[in-house]
């Protein structure tokens, strides 16, 4: 009974330890453009339909945000994409606001992560069917940015999707879970009171992606590539939310390829990029239109 009852402490104070360490709050997060909370908001660098790609980028990007960020905080990448020449969408998904978290505005990709990549799924289909760009180029690339690497990697193996993506990006993804440094070591997923706690205050999606999770065991189980896909993976070693960094690479199967990159083995000169950091400083953007453009993922 002692041990139990130790256990269960533990177990709720890993989840106040991940609080303290991943959401305090969404501070600085962007208005949703349009006041949408599901979906495709209004922005001027996103989501028109009507897009007609360059030559040089033909097929869209579908951008995908992660856990307590919205559409509106993928900005500086799908800002520099579209002055670049590619017709940018960018979705919002994962609206619940049954955790106190849930209540801050702006804070998206809480719910459980089967309906959002339920969501996610349907976003790229109307990409790929009901956009100008989409239909010209007969496929999409993607980028899924910490969860939204799960939920794109989730929509491709367990929706089909591949079929109609052509490359996709994952940027500082948990599509292998996260250990958050090291609070996976306490097995919070034994103890029903943890999990409780951390659903009620961050949402349901933020202890699924933690390593010992259903979800992350699925996720693990999940074949890495699909054919046909061209896929890269960009992490830094700074990131301390999704931990390890480089446990997010992946290996090529048959008919995919893979480029693995982490910021300081091809920008050594780079300042600390953090987990939010290669989302918004210009490197990550930098290396992302490497990746959509096929060259070689490099600074400079």
């Given at each position: 009974?002692?041990r139990?009852?130790?256990?269960?402490?533990?177990?709720?104070?890993?989840?106040?330890?991940?609080?303290?360490m991943?959401?305090?709050?969404p501070?600085?997060?962007?208005?949703?453009?349009g006041?949408?909370d599901?979906?495709f908001?209004?922005?001027d660098?996103?989501n028109?339909?009507?897009?007609m790609?360059?030559?040089?980028?033909?097929r869209?990007?579908?951008?995908v945000h992660g856990t307590?960020?919205n559409?509106?905080?993928?900005?500086?990448i799908?800002?520099?994409l579209?002055?670049?020449?590619h017709?940018?969408?960018?979705?919002?998904y994962g609206?619940?606001d049954?955790?106190?978290?849930?209540?801050?505005?702006g804070?998206?990709g809480l719910?459980?992560?089967?309906a959002?990549?339920?969501?996610?799924?349907?976003?790229?289909?109307?990409?790929?069917?009901e956009?100008?760009a989409?239909?010209?180029a007969?496929a999409?690339?993607v980028?899924?940015y910490?969860?939204?690497?799960?939920l794109?990697?989730?929509?491709?193996?367990?929706?089909?999707?591949?079929?109609?993506v052509?490359?996709?990006?994952?940027l500082?993804?948990?599509?292998?879970g996260?250990t958050?440094g090291?609070?996976?070591?306490l097995n919070?997923?034994?103890?029903?009171?943890?999990?409780?706690?951390?659903d009620?205050?961050?949402?349901?999606?933020s202890l699924?992606q933690?390593?010992g999770s259903?979800?992350?065991?699925?996720?693990?189980?999940?074949p890495?590539?699909?054919?046909?896909?061209r896929y890269?993976?960009?992490v830094?070693?700074?990131?301390?939310?999704?931990?390890p960094p480089?446990s997010g690479f992946?290996?090529a199967?048959?008919g995919?390829t893979?480029?693995?990159?982490?910021v300081?083995?091809v920008?050594p000169?780079?300042?600390?990029i953090d987990?939010?950091?290669?989302?918004?400083?210009?490197i990550?953007?930098d290396?992302?239109a490497d990746?959509?453009?096929?060259?070689?993922i490099?600074?400079g």
């Amino acid at each position: 009974m002692r041990r139990t009852k130790r256990m269960r402490m533990a177990g709720i104070a890993a989840v106040t330890a991940a609080l303290a360490m991943a959401s305090a709050g969404p501070a600085g997060a962007a208005s949703l453009g349009g006041g949408d909370d599901v979906g495709f908001p209004d922005f001027d660098w996103a989501n028109d339909d009507t897009c007609m790609p360059s030559a040089d980028h033909p097929r869209p990007v579908l951008l995908v945000h992660g856990t307590t960020s919205n559409a509106g905080e993928m900005e500086n990448i799908g800002r520099a994409l579209a002055d670049q020449g590619h017709c940018v969408f960018a979705v919002n998904y994962g609206a619940d606001d049954s955790s106190i978290v849930g209540q801050f505005p702006g804070a998206l990709g809480l719910g459980d992560l089967d309906a959002s990549a339920e969501e996610v799924h349907r976003a790229i289909r109307h990409v790929a069917g009901e956009t100008n760009a989409g239909r010209a180029a007969g496929a999409i690339d993607v980028l899924g940015y910490s969860q939204g690497a799960a939920l794109v990697k989730l929509a491709m193996n367990e929706h089909g999707d591949a079929e109609v993506v052509d490359t996709a990006v994952y940027l500082a993804g948990s599509h292998r879970g996260t250990t958050m440094g090291g609070i996976d070591a306490l097995n919070i997923h034994a103890v029903p009171e943890a999990v409780a706690v951390g659903d009620a205050v961050l949402g349901r999606s933020s202890l699924q992606q933690v390593v010992g999770s259903e979800q992350v065991a699925r996720l693990r189980a999940l074949p890495d590539t699909q054919p046909g896909v061209r896929y890269a993976v960009i992490v830094s070693d700074d990131d301390t939310t999704v931990t390890p960094p480089r446990s997010g690479f992946l290996e090529a199967g048959p008919g995919a390829t893979v480029d693995n990159v982490a910021v300081q083995d091809v920008c050594p000169g780079a300042p600390r990029i953090d987990h939010v950091g290669i989302r918004d400083h210009e490197i990550g953007a930098d290396l992302v239109a490497d990746a959509f453009a096929g060259r070689t993922i490099a600074c400079g």
